[in-house]
């Protein structure tokens, strides 16, 4: 089945270390995207991708790093510079030529930072 | 993109329609409407979305007024598992070549009650 595959579900992390959160489809999709959940809250957007090796800053882009080597990947490393890194993360692609307006969300990453 | 506002929570029984309104009085003429819904600790899922004229798809319908400055999704016959944070989100449908970000604000929690 197609679809978006983020792991791992939930990671717990020190204070001070990075973390990777792994997002890959397998809808031949070309744009992807990270979004930011915290509790009660809609989502935030922190990254998105329109094609290999290129990606922009969404709006909470600080203290968070991606890399697009491959189509169908698009990581994120939340580094030691987000002061607030405990929240639910959100991968999403999205066709770009004749976009409708959906997107396709994975189930998500919970990450606590202890 | 056009700010929309929401109901913070509804309730709706079972078997019943469920009507979830959404204000966008600041709309542009090329702004579109988008619904998406997030079932507790999933991501989003895409319902419907319109420009001028209603829409009726398998999972729901949407409803726009003529002035377009508020729409009403309705979901004829409300179940459990519809209990959802539902988003309303006002954005142009993006040309090709651009990736498309849609803001998702807090949305209306809607609980269907058995």
């Known amino acids: 089945d197609g679809g978006i595959t983020q792991s791992p579900k939930y990671l717990f992390r020190k204070e001070g270390q990075n973390v990777t959160l792994s997002c890959e489809q397998n809808?031949?999709?070309?744009?992807m995207y990270w979004y930011r959940q915290d509790p009660g809250q809609g989502l935030r957007l922190i990254y998105y991708?329109?094609?290999?090796?290129?990606?922009q800053k969404g709006d909470i882009a600080e203290g968070y790093s991606v890399s697009r080597e491959k189509k169908e990947s698009f990581p994120l490393t939340v580094t030691s510079a987000q002061k607030n890194p405990t929240a639910f993360y959100l991968c999403?692609?999205?066709?770009?030529?004749?976009?409708?307006?959906?997107?396709?969300f994975g189930e998500g990453s919970r990450l606590t930072v202890l | 993109d056009a700010k929309t506002t929401q109901p913070p929570s509804m309730d709706c029984a079972e078997g019943r329609a469920a009507n979830l309104p959404c204000n966008h009085s600041?709309?542009?003429?090329?702004?579109?409407v988008y619904w998406y819904r997030q079932i507790h600790s999933q991501g989003p899922q895409y319902i419907i979305h319109?420009?001028?004229n209603n829409e009726t798809n398998e999972m729901a319908s949407l409803i726009i007024t003529e002035d377009r400055k508020s729409s009403t999704l309705i979901l004829p016959h409300a179940t459990l598992r519809d209990t959802a944070v539902y988003y309303c989100?006002?954005?142009?449908?993006?040309?090709?070549?651009?990736?498309?970000?849609?803001?998702f604000g807090s949305g209306t929690q809607l609980t269907v009650l058995p």
């Open positions: 999403a692609s999205s066709l770009l030529r004749d976009f409708t307006g959906e997107l396709f």
């Open positions: 809808l031949n999709h070309d744009a």
């Open positions: 991708s329109q094609i290999v090796n290129d990606f």
């Open positions: 600041t709309i542009s003429g090329n702004e579109y």
């Open positions: 319109g420009l001028k």
């Open positions: 989100i006002v954005s142009v449908l993006i040309s090709s070549g651009s990736a498309r970000q849609l803001t």
